[in-house]
């Protein structure tokens, strides 16, 4: 019961915070704009798309529809999410060593690692309300506006044609993926909070190291190839797969895998700094 107090207070302290309402805003934010132009512009766009395509092939339904929209909405998105993750989950443990309150967190009957592990599910319990408003704007809302047909989309030079009736079960996947990969950032954020004792540094540092993956997995080198498979940023971008046709289910599970255990890594790294950290000195 001591456990699911301090979970409650840490989800409210969580919730609570100025920061927190940043990414909720952000994400609406750049959903209703983007969905707001290809409301007025998306035919025109699309048109340049199509039209080469119409010379080869029959296209029938609407091609501008809500599937269309969140897939594109997702693929925007994904890129800044781990920015808004880190925000929050960046100091949940370095902003209360920083103004003291973690002394007296320390003072409850509860262990450290009780305390450390309630702190990281808020973190990863608010990854999830922000990945369901996302889902709710960036698929509910566009299938509100632009209806719900097949979806029509080019990967890797290939065009695939996936059904409408076969798009709900291909989004729970694709946002499930995205939910594990959010999860490793705010891991990665929790991790570093617990090693640094002030609120901005494991932020900078959790993007840091995010974009130096990224650049790493960008170039297709001899020396890169080898680091490339076991960085976590990699595999980030498996939501994709959900969408191929036939789906790699190989692939998806070895990128759950490598994502699950990156979580368990850095998770156990957490409470073994936090439970041997001088929280008084």
Known sequence: MEFVRILKNELIKTIKKPRSF?????????CLLLQAAFYNDGKE???????????SLTIEGQVLNGNLICFILLQTLIIQMPLLVALVTGDLVSGEIANGTMRFLLTRPASRSKILLAKWLAGVFYTLLLLAFLGVLALFVSRAIFGADDLIHINSEVLTVIQADDMNWRFVGAFGIAFLSLTVVATLAHFLSTVMDNSITPIVSTMAI???FTIIGMFDLPSFDILQPFLFTTHMISWKDMFEDPIPKADIINSCVILFAHIVLLLGASLYIFNKKDINS
Do not use: K, P, Y
């Open 210 to 212: 995010i974009i130096i």
């Open 22 to 30: 940043i990414g909720f805003g952000v994400v609406a934010f750049i």
């Open 45 to 55: 766009i699309l048109s340049f798309v199509t039209g080469q395509l119409e010379n």
